[in-house]
């Protein structure tokens, strides 16, 4: 999978699974943009890309908001000329059962993820569209394909990046730009640490391959789609879930 001069905006990259991309992108020879709210962390994640050997920079960037978005891709070009590939893949839970679900939690799940999603995709479609190349993956999840009680708001919020990534694959397409989804199951990671372990232990049950996925199995399936490889696809939901919702 070679990335090399390639560049890529990672957003919520700083930890978990957006870093775990970020790294596979630098070790294929991509350089890295990644924007994060935690400034402390997006310090230490950019330096720990440059320490492998490739150019990366971060920037402060709250998705749900449109002129933070068009901030950070200004900053990005003006570095680095272009941007090739960009991962949609900041998001958050507020988990609650549908009766005890705040109006704000709800909202700041819709406002954070899915038009986050949306944000950061309507800026950098405009650059992709005139690079007349671009690949752009949106991380969703299971949940947005089979829903999950006590997850109305996230459920929604990754169905809804699934409609988005099909309409804008339809729309892209003749720009060279793809755009496809990643839906990750149950992936060991910070917001799957929290749960009980009784639940924890009952989605696994659910899982055919019998172990929770790590974030470096999605960050292989980000690098599949951000590749060459993957030219001639477009529109798609690649499952990631150890055959979870087959």
Do not use: W
């Amino acid at each position: 999978m070679d990335l090399k001069g390639k560049i890529a905006f990672v957003t919520g990259g700083a930890q978990g699974i957006g870093k775990e991309i970020a790294v596979a992108f630098v070790r294929h020879g991509a350089d890295i943009i990644i924007g994060d709210i935690n400034q402390s962390v997006l310090e230490s994640t950019v330096s720990e890309l440059r320490t492998l050997g490739g150019k990366a920079e971060g920037y402060i960037l709250d998705v749900s908001s449109l002129a933070s978005c068009e901030e950070a891709v200004k900053k990005a070009i003006d570095k680095f000329g272009r941007i090739d590939i960009l991962v949609n893949n900041a998001g958050i839970t507020r988990d609650n059962l549908l009766l005890r679900m705040s109006e704000e939690d709800f909202d700041r799940v819709i406002r954070i993820n899915l038009k986050g999603t949306f944000n950061c995709t309507k800026v950098l479609s405009r650059v992709m569209m005139k690079q007349r190349y671009g690949r752009i993956i949106n991380i969703a999840s299971v949940i947005g394909l089979i829903g999950n009680a006590g997850q109305v708001n996230y459920a929604a919020s990754k169905a809804g990046i699934i409609g988005v990534t099909k309409s804008v694959a339809k729309e892209l397409a003749s720009r060279n730009v793809t755009v496809n989804a990643i839906a990750p199951g149950f992936i060991k990671t910070e917001m799957t640490d929290v749960l009980p372990e009784e639940v924890r232990a009952k989605m696994l049950e659910t899982v055919p391959l019998k172990r929770p996925g790590t974030p470096a199995d999605v960050a292989n399936a980000a690098l599949f789609l951000a590749s060459e490889y993957s030219s001639y696809i477009t529109g798609q939901v690649l499952v990631v879930d150890g055959g979870m919702v087959m």
